[in-house]
């Protein structure tokens, strides 16, 4: 059974940093592209990173660029965001996806809330 | 950035009935459309994808049509599982991927 399971959120002042984990099973990990979709409280769905199966290419929303940081341990089957400067608009629940462009598996999210 | 817009916000429909959703996007995405469910508290589901083929697990009842910038995704009887909101996902121009404002999908 496929199972992406996230980690990491929390609450934090505007500012900071967070780390996000997806712990990946089910799947053979190495072989896809993974990626990370937003939803803020009440509102719809927002695509921000994804990561080749290798790690080798990497893409970011406009939103995110040059604060985020997507990255994937294949050993580990695990997938990371980092997160600097976060901001109160970054506040939402974080899914980790399958894949990179139309995502057939999801995990059940975590939730980063950015606040003081 | 390709702009994906759903309509209506809101669409009632009795158990049973025909549930027909659309999807417009501000420019040409062929074929490269996706639509999920969202239950409250869920992730999404990966419903239809290629804008009418159906994810593995997918019942018959859901379809989706349409090319171009013009989709429709069709519930042919709803059930009461089905009363979700749903979200339709161009990845024609990637990246972004972009999604639309969703469609609620609520009991009449």
């Known amino acids: 059974e496929v199972q992406l399971l996230e980690s990491g959120g929390g609450l934090v002042q505007p500012g900071g940093s967070l780390r996000l984990s997806c712990a990946v099973s089910?799947?053979?990990?190495?072989?896809?592209?993974m990626s990370w979709v937003r939803q803020a409280p009440g509102k719809g769905l927002e695509w921000v990173s994804a990561?080749?199966?290798?790690?080798?290419?990497?893409y970011y929303a406009d939103s995110v660029k040059g604060r985020f940081t997507i990255s994937r341990d294949n050993y580990k089957n695990t997938l990371y965001l980092q997160m600097n400067s976060l901001r109160a608009e970054d506040t939402a629940i974080y899914y980790c996806?399958?894949?990179?462009?139309?995502?057939?598996?999801w995990g059940q999210g975590t939730l980063v809330t950015v606040s003081s | 950035e390709i702009v994906m817009t759903q309509s209506p916000a809101t669409l009632s429909v009795s158990p049973g009935e025909r549930a027909t959703l659309s999807c417009r996007a501000s420019?040409?995405?062929?074929?490269?459309l996706a639509w999920y469910q969202q239950k409250p508290g869920q992730a999404p589901r990966l419903l239809i994808y290629?804008?009418?083929t159906r994810a593995t697990g997918i019942p018959a009842r859901f379809s989706g049509s349409g090319s171009g910038t013009e989709f429709t995704l069709t519930i042919s009887s709803l059930q009461s599982e089905d009363f979700a909101v749903y979200y339709c996902?161009?990845?024609?121009?990637?990246?972004?991927?972009?999604f639309g404002q969703g469609t609620k999908v609520d009991i009449k």
């Open positions: 089910g799947f053979t990990f190495s072989s896809y592209a």
């Open positions: 420019q040409s995405v062929s074929s490269n």
């Open positions: 996806a399958k894949d990179r462009m139309v995502y057939e598996k």
């Open positions: 996902q161009q990845y024609n121009n990637w990246p972004p991927g972009t």
């Open positions: 290629g804008a009418s």
């Open positions: 990561i080749s199966d290798s790690g080798g290419k990497i």
